[in-house]
């Protein structure tokens, strides 16, 4: 994954990230990076962080995620979390929807 400037601007908040949350947190064995992957974008979405939310649906595709899932948990997060959160996540995921219907 690239580093953002803010990472190298602020190195203990970027060894944190790397160290604790890809290297600790996401390989816990509890759930699947797969079953992970959908529990980070409907927190994501339904906080309405929607530049992390486009990253981690990309992720969650690589993860085994299918789009047709993506787009359940975008109808899901809409009635639970309020349409506004509906609604920006399906335009975060809309590069990935565009790209299965295509398929």
């Given amino acids: 994954m690239d580093e953002p400037d803010f990472y190298a601007a602020v190195p203990q908040f970027g060894r944190l990230r790397r160290d604790v949350l890809y290297e600790d947190v996401w390989k816990q064995p509890e759930l699947s990076p797969r079953d992970r992957s959908l529990v980070t974008c409907a927190i994501l979405g339904a906080l309405g962080k ?47 929807f565009k790209a299965s219907a295509e398929d």
Wanted: charged letters at 20%; a negative charge; one cysteine or more.
């Fill in 50 to 96: 929607n530049a992390e939310l486009e990253v981690h649906m990309k992720k969650a595709i690589e993860n085994g995620v299918t789009a047709d899932e993506l787009r359940g948990l975008v109808v899901q997060l809409a009635f639970y979390a309020g349409w506004p959160c509906g609604v920006n996540s399906a335009k975060a995921g809309l590069a990935i």
